[in-house]
């Protein structure tokens, strides 16, 4: 009996323990407080972990957060915040890239989706609400924009190439407008192969993007100091990217890529479209790999940025 009282405490302890460990092991992947600058090799195990605190946290307390997911269910279109100078409503056009960064494919108003929420706000240093609220937000658009281009590097004539025309969104553009920096221009290449197979693209036999498809082809590239001067004498209104006198696409490193609508359009309707075409997810989700890196407010513009040039 004495024997039998004692195995049996013996196995709860061990219970215990194995309950215990994976407690912590829930609490591990949760790192990095209060920062703000994940250098780019965390990113794929940022949101291995993410996922991993999503599926743990899900089957236990995804009840918890369905206060969370109403509250996202309404903020997805009426969040008041601003941009520069610029008022912004809701943040339905960033649900593409909020959904690459949090690590979770759900939409914004599942318990899931809050889950994935709290877990980045926790590792951010935010209370972990599962809200995606005024904070969080402009902490997220922090973050993107911590990991642009940061350069303003003027290149040399040899460090341009002149892509064909074929490349081109605009089969009429002038010939000084077809310039791309050498490396950014073989990196665009490798990706548009790998994204026209991903997407059944329309292709030439021999693997160019075919003449009738014109998903991910280069709006506009390479702009020299004197094009952006004319384009400023010559429509002084023409909105913040005309008037840019420090543009990304001074280095040549900023592509503007065909995503769907008005190629260029920062009206939210056509934003709003063009974060809905395949191409476009499939940038968000892929980009990185081949170097490129959102805009996230202009779903076209996509830096490319080496892990040579990272400023951390
Ligand atoms: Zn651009």
């Not at 092991?25 to 195990?45: D, Y």
């Not at 008041?80 to 912004?88: D, E, I, L, S, V």
């Not at 339905?92 to 890239?97: A, E, N, S, T």
């Not at 809200?131 to 350069?151: C, F, G, H, I, P």
Request: aromatic share 12%; proline share 6%; net charge positive.
């Amino acid at each position: 009996m004495l024997k039998k009282k004692f195995l049996f405490s013996l196995s709860a302890s061990v219970f215990l323990i194995v309950f215990l460990l994976s407690l912590s092991l829930v609490k591990s992947p949760i790192r990095g407080q209060n920062t703000l600058v994940f250098p780019a090799s965390e990113i794929a195990e940022s949101n291995r972990a993410t996922a991993s605190f999503v599926k743990k946290t899900a089957s236990t307390t995804s009840t918890a957060f369905s206060a969370a997911a109403t509250e996202n269910a309404r903020l997805v279109n009426s969040l008041g915040w601003t941009f520069g100078a610029k008022p912004q409503r809701g943040w339905q056009i960033y649900v593409p890239i909020i959904q690459q960064t949090i690590g979770t494919e759900k939409s914004a108003e599942t318990p899931e989706f809050a889950v994935a929420v709290a877990a980045w706000q926790q590792k951010s240093g935010l209370a972990p609400t599962g809200k995606l609220d005024n904070e969080t937000l402009l902490k997220m658009v922090a973050w993107w924009q911590s990991r642009r281009l940061n350069s303003s590097r003027y290149p040399s004539d040899e460090e341009l190439v002149s892509a064909p025309i074929t490349d081109f969104y605009d089969q009429a553009r002038a010939p000084e407008l077809l310039k791309v920096e050498r490396e950014t221009y073989a990196a665009y290449k490798k990706m548009v192969a790998a994204a026209a197979k991903d997407l059944n693209l329309k292709q030439t036999p021999t693997g160019e993007l075919a003449p009738e498809e014109k998903f991910l082809r280069i709006v506009s590239a390479f702009r020299s100091r004197e094009y952006q001067a004319k384009l400023r004498a010559a429509s002084p209104h023409s909105g913040r990217a005309g008037l840019a006198v420090n543009s990304p696409h001074f280095t040549g490193q900023a592509l503007d890529i065909y995503v769907g609508g008005e190629p260029t359009i920062t009206k939210d309707f056509n934003r709003l479209q063009q974060v809905q075409t395949p191409a476009y997810k499939w940038l968000v989700k892929n980009a990185e790999r081949f170097g490129f890196r959102p805009y996230y407010y202009e779903p076209w513009h996509w830096e490319y940025v080496p892990k040579s040039s990272e400023n951390y």
